[in-house]
Each structure stands twice: as C-alpha cells, then as structure tokens.
C-alpha cells in the first residue's frame, strides 16, 4: 500500500511529491542518466539514434544535456516499428518477458510493466480512497487506460466497478444500483451520463451517490468544471496522460491550478522546431522521457501537445512544476517574436470578449521584426472603441505573451469563415 505522510496541507501518496527542488533536480537527473545508459545498452534503437547525434550515455548526465538528442515523435514511431517489427528496436528487455502489449492508433505497439504504481498518485491527490467504489469507464481494449487506471484507482483502497466504455443507460443503471461514489472517464461522457439519468426521471445529486470525478483525454472547460461542482457537487480533478511514453505524465491536486509532473518522467517544455528547452512561461511542445520503465526505452518522446510550465509553490505542498494546462497542438502553432502562438489560445483571448465575432491574426514582417495584425469583427459596428482595442491586446498579452502590434476593426462579412485563425504571411528569401 501506499506510503503516505500526513502534513498540515495535503495527503500525499509519496515522498517524491514533496521533494525538495535542489533533491528533485538530483534525482531527475541521477533517474535520467541511468535511463539513458540502460536503454543505450539494450534498445537498439536509442543506441541508433544516439550514435547518429554523435552522442554518448556519459554525455547526458543531466536533464538539461537532454537538448543534445533529438525529439522523436508518433510517426517516427509508427514508421520504425513498421520497418523492424515488432517494436521498432524500442523493447530494452527480451521478446519473451514482455508481459503486456498495447495497441495504439498508428499502430504503434507498446509494452509495459504491470508494477506502475505511480499513476496512483493522481487518484490519490483527487482524493480517491478506501470505501470509494469507483466506476472506469476507459476502454479496457487494446488501450492501456482501462487496466492502467483500474490498477491506481486499486493502489488507493478503492473498489472499481470494470465498466468500460459505451452502454450509457446501463452504467446509469450500475452507478445507481452499486451506489457508486467515483467517476473516472472524460468530462463530456459525465455530462452525457448527468443528462441521460435525468431523461429518465431521475434527480442526479439526490439518486446518485457520485462524489468525486477525475478525468483525462480532454480538456474539461472551466464552464463545465463549474457545473459539475457547484450544481452536482462532484469535487472534479484532471490529469495529463499519453501513451507512448507509458501514462499519465502529470496530475492536479485540490488547488486545481495546474497539473503537477510526476517524478516518474522528464518533462521538458521545448521548442518543437529547434527541441530547444524553454523557461518557465514559455509556450513549447511537451516531451516527455519514462525513467522509471526498464521495458520500454523511448527517450525524448514529442507529444505534440504545446504547454508551459510553473516554479511556483503550490499551497498543497507537492513541490513539482506544473504544467498550465493544454493549450493546443504544435501544428497549430506559428513562432513570432521567439515565442509560439497557438491558434486556439489567441482565438481563447479573442472570443472572451462577447463584442467579437470572426478574426485574423495577420503574421507579417517588416523591417526585420516580425509584426501581428489582428483584424476582427465585431458583433456590432458600433462597439469600436480604443478601449476594446487597449483591453483586448492586455488580454491577448496576458494569455498568449506577446503584444499585437495593430488592431483593425474590419466590417462584418469580411473574414471569410475558412479564413478565420493565424495567417503566416512572412516570407523568407
Ligand atoms: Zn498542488
């Protein structure tokens, strides 16, 4: 069972969520250069890909000598794999003492040890405990959610009602029957469930005994966050997980600002063009590297997802980074003034305020400097104001870190739908 220490803010499932910062940064990168060894030894791959970067385990000691080796992403994964099957040269342990694949859109086969306990440290910090009875509905096929999460809602004391996905009226029928006080799945199949329950005549906060939900593979919108706790009194949590490199990589405690990394990984936030690490509040792509799975070498692993990440000190004790949250996809994202863009954050920043109807993010250059332009329409011609304008571009400061440079109110009907969105017009000779 858990190792648990009690302090006057928070529970925590181990030592590791509250290690010092000078002791995590040891630790990482004493895990790390260990890793990194042991998977040059015995994933052909990695020792491939190392001798190509004309760089030696002795070389990465430290996580910040990650940046020597380059980021590997899905379809370098799915294109390896196809070339040497079964695993791309990414099994660090013989074929014959693999105890579980997966299977991941691609396909991408990926193996695992059954020992993870850390996932738990999610479901802890969410506050699941012994006498939860917890239904999963993540899909126990091919994917590893379902067992992965079944066995850490398990390393907490809980009971897991084995749901699966799919069959909504029957798992309304379970949730009501077992009293079930749990949820684990993503936020919209909650809904779908809160609303279907109450089609068939029922009074969700008063028939159901559901206390607590945590969720993954989507983003739970603040909107809908509110509901759930504040109408259904369901205390909500979320956490951060991918596949490929083996789970659920970072995790929110009660503050709900933020996602904790898990010690188990090295996450880096860098530039998804140079791979570069960034600093705190820099908006890059999260990679990822397990230091904790012997089965599985996948060093520097780009998931695509573009983040930033805090130092600040949570009041909840654990003392990890945490990341702010998925703010969009690397192809999504355009490089101005050294720093990303993310299409669907600037449009976040835009649309908070109820005046605006479609814009674009015009990208130009001139004089050697790089220059954004937002051209926007309005709901109506006659909010413009130079206020708008001033709190409008504090806004897409405070959100995407970056100033507009000029903001054009253009007619109504000039954007066309397609078009909405970041528009690179830089050019380059
Ligand atoms: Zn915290």
């Known amino acids: 069972m858990a190792l648990v220490r009690k302090t006057g803010q928070d529970e925590f499932f181990d030592e590791l969520e509250v290690m010092p910062p000078e002791k995590r940064k040891k630790y990482l990168d004493q895990k790390l250069s260990q890793t990194v060894t042991y998977a040059y030894s015995h994933a052909p791959a990695i020792k491939e890909m190392m001798d190509r970067a004309g760089v030696s385990p002795s070389q990465v000691r430290t996580v910040k000598a990650l940046e020597k080796l380059p980021v590997t992403r899905k379809a370098d994964l799915i294109e390896m794999q196809k070339k040497n099957l079964p695993y791309g040269g990414f099994a660090a342990i013989p074929h014959e003492d693999i105890e579980r694949v997966f299977i991941s859109p691609g396909p991408i086969y990926e193996i695992q040890p059954s020992s993870i306990k850390w996932f738990a440290k999610s479901f802890w910090a969410a506050g699941f405990r012994k006498g939860d009875v917890v239904i999963n509905t993540f ?16 390393d ?60 993954t593979g989507e983003m739970l919108p603040p909107s809908l966050r509110v509901t759930f706790e504040d109408v259904y009194n369901i205390a909500t949590s979320q956490a951060y997980a991918v596949t490929e490199p083996g789970g659920a990589i970072a995790y929110e405690c009660r503050q709900q600002s933020g996602m904790h990394l898990m010690d188990e990984y090295v996450t880096e936030i860098a530039d998804p063009e140079t791979g570069k690490q960034l600093g705190p509040g820099e908006i890059g792509e999260i990679v990822v590297t397990p230091i904790h799975n012997e089965t599985w070498g996948l060093i520097r692993f780009g998931t695509g997802d573009m983040s930033s990440y805090i130092t600040d000190a949570c009041p909840c004790g654990r003392t990890a980074s945490r990341i702010t949250g998925i703010v969009g996809r690397t192809g999504d994202a355009v490089k101005v003034r050294g720093m990303f863009v993310v299409a669907k954050q600037a449009e976040q920043a835009i649309k908070s305020f109820s005046q605006a109807s479609r814009f674009q993010l015009i990208v130009g250059r001139r004089q050697h400097r790089d220059e954004i332009t937002l051209k926007l329409e309005l709901a109506d011609a006659g909010d413009v104001t130079t206020k708008l304008a001033d709190d409008l571009n504090q806004k897409f400061q405070d959100t995407c870190r970056i100033k507009i440079d000029k903001i054009e109110f253009v007619e109504a009907g000039t954007i066309p739908e397609e078009k909405e969105g970041i528009v690179d017009e830089r050019t380059w000779e």
């Open 156 to 215: 907490c004391g809980a009971t897991v009602v084995v749901a699966g996905t799919g069959n909504t009226d029957l798992q309304i029928q379970i949730m009501k029957d077992l009293k079930v006080t749990g949820f684990v799945g993503t936020p919209s199949f909650l809904m779908t469930v809160i609303k279907r329950a109450e089609e068939m005549g029922n009074n969700f906060k008063h028939d159901f005994s559901v206390k607590r939900a945590w969720f």
């Open 139 to 154: 899909t126990y096929h091919m994917s590893p959610a379902g067992i992965l999460f079944h066995e850490a809602i398990r």
